[in-house]
């Protein structure tokens, strides 16, 4: 029976499993980021006093949204992974219980929760991180701006990696996703209240 090294190290290998992968982390990273220049502006908007509160508010959201990423693609991919070994089982007329494809799958699912758990908790702890010197070295405002560009440049990087490997122009791609970034920030900006 080969070693968990070696089958992470093989599921990696795997463009199939990379790709999966690969969508939910820039997908809940993306929605991840999003929320948290929305947090951030709307606590600067509402007065929050200091950074540490927005620091918290921000990770209730990135436990929120990780708990949700992760929790989410591990059931999703359980159901998915089930109904696809129940096919092969039918079509094979075997039972495949502690196989290597069950094994497989299995790995697969933790890779997917995995990776889907770390693009939200990228895309809020750093755009969060100018607020952990917010009164020593930034005050609010700059705290929130460099919030916002940080989140601006997440976005930009996720576009331009899918541009990257799509073929797309990277540079194109970026944009679009951080123009998404911009206009979170521009709305939390005009909201009444």
Same mark, same amino acid.
């Given at each position: 029976?080969?070693?968990?090294?070696?089958?992470?190290?093989?599921?990696? $290998?795997?463009?199939?499993?990379?790709?999966?992968? !690969?969508?939910? /982390?820039?997908?809940?990273?993306?929605?991840?980021?999003?929320?948290?220049?929305?947090? =951030? %502006?709307?606590?600067?908007?509402? $007065?929050?006093?200091?950074?540490?509160?927005? =620091?918290?508010?921000?990770?209730?959201?990135?436990?929120?949204?990780?708990? *949700?990423?992760?929790?989410?693609? +591990?059931?999703?991919?359980?159901?998915?992974?089930?109904?696809?070994?129940? !096919?092969?089982?039918?079509?094979?007329? %075997?039972?495949?219980?502690?196989?290597? %494809?069950?094994?497989? !799958?299995?790995?697969?699912?933790?890779?997917?929760?995995?990776?889907?758990?770390?693009?939200?908790?990228?895309?809020?702890?750093?755009?969060?991180?100018? /607020?952990?010197?917010?009164?020593?070295?930034? *005050?609010?405002?700059?705290?929130?701006?460099?919030?916002?560009?940080?989140?601006?440049?997440?976005?930009?990087?996720?576009?331009?990696?899918?541009?990257?490997? *799509?073929?797309?122009? +990277?540079?194109?791609?970026?944009?679009?996703?951080?123009?998404?970034?911009?206009?979170?920030?521009?709305?939390? =900006?005009?909201?009444? $209240?």
């Amino acid at each position: 029976m080969p070693s968990i090294r070696d089958t992470a190290v093989r599921l990696l $290998g795997d463009e199939d499993v990379r790709s999966i992968s !690969r969508r939910y /982390f820039v997908s809940n990273g993306f929605d991840g980021t999003l929320t948290c220049i929305g947090v =951030v %502006v709307g606590a600067v908007l509402s $007065g929050v006093p200091d950074g540490v509160t927005v =620091v918290k508010i921000g990770l209730g959201a990135a436990v929120g949204l990780g708990t *949700s990423a992760v929790w989410s693609v +591990w059931e999703i991919e359980r159901a998915e992974t089930r109904a696809e070994i129940l !096919r092969i089982e039918q079509a094979m007329l %075997v039972d495949l219980d502690d196989t290597r %494809v069950q094994r497989d !799958r299995q790995g697969e699912r933790l890779v997917h929760a995995t990776m889907s758990g770390l693009g939200p908790l990228i895309g809020i702890l750093v755009p969060l991180s100018p /607020f952990v010197l917010e009164g020593t070295v930034f *005050s609010m405002v700059e705290a929130a701006l460099l919030a916002v560009g940080l989140g601006i440049a997440i976005l930009g990087v996720f576009g331009a990696y899918m541009g990257s490997i *799509s073929g797309q122009r +990277w540079y194109v791609a970026a944009a679009r996703m951080a123009l998404a970034g911009l206009v979170v920030a521009v709305i939390n =900006v005009f909201l009444p $209240g």
